[in-house]
């Protein structure tokens, strides 16, 4: 069984920056892809970002040019720097692993951008 513990969501004013960090522990043999999910109220829960386990990473394009996804393999964490945000990116944001080929979720951060 893997946990996942999500910290650093927050408010922030617009053009602000936050910085999501995920850390995974437990029985854990081998992390494939870590990845980055939001869902917005009254909307679908949507990829932000996502790292593969040999560096590879994917981005919506929406976060394009803003946000930056990082994984430590040595400690099974993962970081999303997320810079210019906007109202927009408004929403709880969820850590995903796939670990030992088990889907793990987070219990999400929320994540609050002002005008």
């Known amino acids: 069984q893997v946990q996942l513990v999500e910290s650093g969501g927050g408010l922030v004013q617009a053009g602000g920056s936050l910085r999501l960090s995920c850390a995974a522990s437990?029985?854990?043999?081998?992390?494939?892809?870590m990845a980055w999910y939001r869902q917005a109220p009254g909307k679908q829960r949507e990829l932000v970002a996502q790292?593969?386990?040999?560096?590879?990473?994917r981005y919506a394009d929406s976060a394009k040019d803003r946000f930056n996804i990082s994984r430590d393999n040595s400690k099974n964490t993962l970081d999303l720097q997320m810079n210019s945000l906007k109202p927009e990116d408004t929403a709880v944001y969820y850590c995903?692993?796939?670990?030992?080929?088990?889907?793990?979720w987070g219990q999400g951060t929320q994540v609050t951008v002002s005008p």
């Open positions: 995903r692993v796939i670990a030992d080929a088990t889907l793990y």
């Open positions: 437990g029985s854990i043999f081998r992390i494939a892809t």
């Open positions: 790292v593969s386990s040999t560096g590879s990473t």
